[in-house]
């Protein structure tokens, strides 16, 4: 299974601010990584080892919890952050 993924350090963010987040697991074979906000796919790489998500000015829509999930054929793992 993939190990837990890691997001690219600790970010503040005002509004209007570029965002540029990127969130990375390792597992053989490669992952697919979704990043997700609530429910929704926000980017995803398929067989990759990192997702990126960039913002040309965030919003306060954009606040919330985000899940990046890292999966293959032998299992999965996430990371929960805001």
Known sequence: APRPPGV????RV???????L???AQSHPAPILTLT????????AVYE???RLELEAA???DAGE???RAENQHGHSSLAFN
């Open 8 to 11: 690219n350090g600790t970010l």
């Open 14 to 20: 005002l509004a209007g601010d570029q965002v540029s």
């Open 22 to 24: 990127t969130c990375a």
């Open 37 to 44: 906000r609530g429910r929704r796919p926000v980017a995803t």
């Open 49 to 51: 080892a990192q997702v």
């Open 59 to 61: 919003a306060p829509e």
């Open 66 to 68: 985000y899940l990046c």
